[in-house]
Structures are given as structure tokens and as C-alpha cells.
């Protein structure tokens, strides 16, 4: 499990993590197949990779998923609670109730698979992100099921710091012409010692964390987040803590630092946004008033519920709205989205 935490934690964009965290995956938990869908059953949208891919080589296999999913007991279960844990369809259905299903007939027979579970990394808009497990024997037992409860945490921040790469990118493949960089990278030794600090991102350290005493390298305080979130997965003594991000705040500014793997080294993503964001700021993104005050909360780090408590609408409504800007702005994950609206603050200011 130690191995497949570290992996997990290898850079990774959202293009390239599905197919890596499935490789983890299948060497973690005994599976005859691993599957990575994004689903959206508003839109009838389902997209997945499979490992191996020849499992579900059949005629029509996207169609017929496409008429049958939202009768998988599993992921109406998600979409109606939002609750991502390990699940088993065997937690829903007896063995010949599943084998009922136009579902199992047309598309789990075909593909050899009997029993199956899943656990959710991120369910945005009504878009349920997840990862499977598939046998064609037996069910999977209660202690694989806390194994995966146990990595899920690890593939939720993995799977956050893969749409924080992908935003960065975007973000600064839009900004190349303005200047405007919200970005920054710093490339780590062995040790932990950073080999060069780039100019943006001395600026940042120097505003946001106390400057080292000894006037070079990283902050103290920086030093001693990195050192402790290594040495938490050099442990022995599984299952270490998720790795989510380093975030300071002053003076109406946020930097968000993640530490991630590369070729065998660390690296600190450091992201610079903006906390004075006001709706005016991000109406040249072509959204409506109601669109920018959701999209400002939802860059604010705001669910969809507390969006519906502020803004006196239901969750559902915000859902709605959220999707619009999703198409608006051509993204399809929140944090996506809120890179989008902290560059656009960053320019107005």
C-alpha cells in the first residue's frame, strides 16, 4: 500500500493520471480488470479507460452502457448521496437480482465481470469521477474494501493535484500573452533542498512565509512541511495521512503549494490567487451576474450547499449553474474553474 501511496503522488496531469492510477491500482487490490469512468447521467455523458483495454472489446459496448447506467446500482447510489466510499454491488443486489439486469446481460456477461467495487474521488456539476474494480469469480472481501477506503483519501489529492497541473498549464498557456502568471515550480534534491528557486517564486515565499534565517533556501516553516510530508510516506507503519496542499493567506492573497514526485525527485507546485474576488471581476469571462456570484464562491473553496445557504438557492439550482459555466469556460472540474477565476482577478488587479 506504501508503494502505491507514492506512486499515486507522481506528477501527473489529468490527461495521464487515469491510466497511471489504474496501473497502482491493479498491483494494490487482485482484480481481473481496473476501470476509470466519468459519468453524468443529466447529460447521458459517460467516458472510461479500462485496464486491460481488450476487456470490454465488444460491438456497441459505449452505447450500451450509455442506455444501461443509470440502472447500475452503484452509481445511482453516488449520484443520489454523493457519498464516494467503497462499495460492492453485492452491497445492493443479490447475485441473481444483478443477473437480471439488461445491464449485466448486454455489457457485464460480455465483458466476463460478476462482481464489482468502486469508491468516487470527485463529484462536481453531478459528474461522478471513479474508480473500479472487477472480477469475474469471487466477491471482493470487507478487508479489500478498507484497503480501498484506506487509498481513496491518497487518490482523491492525487487526483486534485492532477486538475491543479492541468489548470496551471491552461492557465499559463492563456496568460502568455498578458504576462499574468499565476504559476510557479521549484525542483527539489534528494534532501529535500530546493536546486533553483525561480524569481516568481522567491517573490511569493518572501510574501507569504518567513524568510530563512540563514537568507537563502526555502522558509523555515516550508522546510519543515516538505521534510514532514516526505518522511510520512518513507514511513513504515501504513496507512499514512493524505497529502493535500500547503495554504497561507495574507493580506487578500492565497498561495497553495503541493508537494509531487518527478523523475525520482520532489517538486513544489506553488499557486498564486487571488481572496479579494468579486463577481464584477469575473463577468469578461462571458457569465452571467448569477454565474460569476457562484463561480466566485466555488473559487472561494464554497460547496454547492454553502453556495445555496448564501446565495438563498438550492443546491440543485447551483449545480445547474455551475454546469453552464463548466461549458462556458470550456473545463470540466471545479478546480479548473477556479483557476480561471483567479487569473481573471489577478488581471483585473
Known amino acids: 500500500m506504501l508503494d502505491a501511496v507514492r506512486s499515486l503522488y507522481e506528477l501527473r496531469d489529468l490527461e495521464s493520471f487515469p491510466a497511471h492510477a489504474l496501473s497502482v491500482l491493479g498491483k494494490s487490490i487482485p482484480c481481473d480488470c481496473t476501470g476509470y469512468n466519468e459519468i453524468n447521467l443529466r447529460r447521458r455523458r459517460y467516458v472510461g479507460l479500462t485496464d486491460p483495454p481488450e476487456v470490454l472489446d465488444f460491438p456497441d459496448v459505449d452505447e450500451i452502457f450509455r442506455r444501461h447506467g443509470e440502472k447500475h446500482p452503484l452509481i445511482a447510489h453516488y449520484d443520489r448521496s454523493g457519498d464516494g466510499r467503497a462499495l460492492r454491488i453485492s452491497d445492493f443486489l443479490s447475485q441473481p437480482q444483478f443477473r437480471s439486469l439488461a445491464l449485466y446481460n448486454e455489457f457485464y456477461r460480455w465483458a466476463g465481470i460478476e462482481h464489482q467495487m468502486a469508491a468516487t474521488v470527485n463529484h462536481p456539476a453531478k459528474t461522478i469521477t ?4 472487477n472480477r469475474g469469480r469471487s466477491d471482493f472481501s470487507e478487508r479489500e474494501r478498507r484497503l480501498l477506503d484506506t487509498l481513496r483519501p491518497h487518490l482523491y489529492q492525487a487526483y486534485r493535484n492532477a486538475e491543479t497541473v492541468t489548470a496551471l498549464q ?11 502568471t499565476t504559476s510557479a515550480a521549484i525542483s527539489l534534491d534528494a534532501g529535500g533542498r530546493p536546486v533553483l528557486i525561480p524569481e516568481r517564486a522567491a517573490t511569493w515565499l518572501a510574501r507569504y512565509l518567513p524568510v530563512s534565517p540563514r537568507g537563502r533556501g526555502l522558509p523555515e516553516a516550508l522546510t519543515r512541511w516538505v521534510r514532514y510530508e516526505i518522511a510520512a510516506l518513507d514511513g513504515t507503519d501504513p496507512p499514512p495521512a493524505a497529502r493535500g496542499p500547503l495554504v497561507v493567506e495574507r493580506d487578500g492573497g492565497q498561495l497553495v503549494i503541493r508537494l509531487v514526485s518527478a523523475n ?15 463577481p464584477e471581476s469575473l463577468r469578461p469571462l462571458g457569465l452571467t451576474p448569477r454565474e460569476a456570484e457562484v463561480l466566485t464562491w466555488v473559487a472561494l473553496g464554497k460547496t454547492n450547499i454553502d453556495i445555496g445557504v448564501i446565495l438563498g438557492a438550492r443546491p440543485r439550482t447551483v449545480a445547474k449553474h455551475l454546469e453552464r459555466i463548466f461549458v462556458k469556460l470550456g473545463v470540466e472540474t471545479r478546480t479548473a474553474a477556479a483557476a480561471h477565476a483567479h487569473a481573471a482577478a489577478t488581471r483585473r488587479s
Open 264 to 278: 525520482g525527485r520532489n517538486m513544489l507546485l506553488l499557486e498564486e490567487r487571488s481572496t479579494r474576488l468579486a
Open 130 to 133: 471513479a474508480f473500479a474494480f
Open 170 to 180: 491552461r492557465t499559463r498557456t492563456d496568460d502568455s500573452d498578458s504576462g499574468a
